[in-house]
């Protein structure tokens, strides 16, 4: 890694420096959190027993600002995405502090995705799946990437439910897309440069965050995440470090499908789409194993997998990647029908009663 220089700078040092920020910045942000009662308290839908500091995303985000100054170049792009950040993080910081209505999260999801997609100009020129070329007029490109920022943004906020869940799949995502950037010689693309700024920032945190965390990410980090992932994913259709946009919704599988699956459940159920529940993906994982560790880890390796299966399709090897990936899907929707992720089995309603 040493020896793998982005834009002058040591890979090394690119990842270190937020590293070291995000870890040391945590221990302030806890004090923050507390003194101003930024605090999540325990209930019948969450996993932990006290009330724990939120607002871990202010850490992540700062080691960010100090890793993109140092190793970063400006363009109009990168302050369209500075500038959506901020409303990111502002809305969260909001939300965690006191609890923001859902349709107003909305809303300022939606105008940080526009200034990155109008102002920076950042959208699908076209989209490609699976070798499948889809050609929109601008307008529809332009709609689909807000569309698509919006749902990322809520998708790794919807999974953050377990100690080091969206801290942990994220940092998956930052190291794949560098991965893909380094075997596709693309390092000097904007997204690995700041796929490598947040994978630092996000494992600084991590360290914090995991099991059993002593700080939550919150809101705060939750979207910024999720906003830096979709952005990063934008980026990658510019340089081609992504070539489909199969392969940022297969390392993100578990995230997205879980909140697909999410939203057919409450609407089975009739309950509105954005009611809080305990029948996530995650959730389900810990009945099985009584422990959140044990939980996290067979995420991770998860997502390890469908990254490493990305990683292979990007390679050329198409054949053989779509295969995995089906058998994977496979193995994912027996876990499915076994669980309550969709609806309740009766024999679990039976173990429930007795």
């Known amino acids: ?133 889809l050609i929109f007029p601008t307008w529809i490109n332009m709609l689909l990437s807000v569309f698509f920022i919006v749902a990322i943004i809520n998708a790794i906020n919807l999974i953050d439910g377990l100690d080091g869940l969206s801290s942990g799949i994220s940092s998956i995502y930052f190291l794949t897309i560098a991965i893909l ?34 700080i939550f990410i919150g809101d705060t980090g939750s979207m910024f995440l999720g906003f830096m992932i979709s952005v990063i994913a934008l980026l990658g259709y510019k340089v081609a470090t992504i070539t489909s946009i199969i392969i940022p919704l297969i390392i993100l599988f578990i995230p997205i499908f879980d909140t697909i699956l999410a939203i057919v459940r409450r609407i089975i159920k009739r309950e509105s789409i954005g009611h809080p529940d305990k029948e996530h993906f995650h959730h389900q994982l810990l009945k099985m194993t009584s422990s959140p560790t044990k939980t996290i880890l067979i995420i991770y390796l998860i997502n390890i997998i469908f990254a490493a299966i990305s990683i292979l399709y990007v390679l050329g090897d198409d054949k053989i990647a779509i295969s995995l990936y089906v058998i994977m899907m496979i193995f994912f929707l027996y876990i499915v029908l076994k669980t309550n992720i969709l609806y309740e089995h009766k024999d679990h309603k039976k173990v429930g009663k007795k």
């Open 181 to 214: 950037g380094f075997t596709l010689n693309s390092l000097g693309g904007l997204d690995v440069i700041l796929s490598l700024i947040m994978l630092g920032s996000t494992l600084g945190f991590l360290v914090h965050n995991f099991p059993p965390a002593k």
């Open 1 to 133: 890694m040493m020896n793998l220089v982005v834009n002058g700078h040591s890979v090394f040092y690119i990842i270190l420096v937020p590293f070291v920020t995000s870890l040391i910045l945590t221990f302030l942000v806890k004090k923050i959190a507390k003194h101003i009662n930024a605090m999540d308290i325990p209930n019948e839908r969450k996993v932990h027993k006290k009330p724990i500091p939120r607002l871990g995303g202010l850490a992540v985000f700062a080691a960010f600002l100090l890793g993109y100054i140092l190793y970063g170049n400006i363009s109009t792009q990168m302050i369209s995405i500075l500038i959506g950040g901020f409303v990111i993080i502002l809305t969260g910081i909001v939300d965690d502090i006191n609890s923001v209505p859902a349709r107003y999260k909305f809303l300022f999801q939606t105008i940080a995705a526009a200034i990155v997609v109008f102002y920076g100009k950042l959208y699908f020129n076209n989209l490609t799946i699976l070798g499948l070329t």
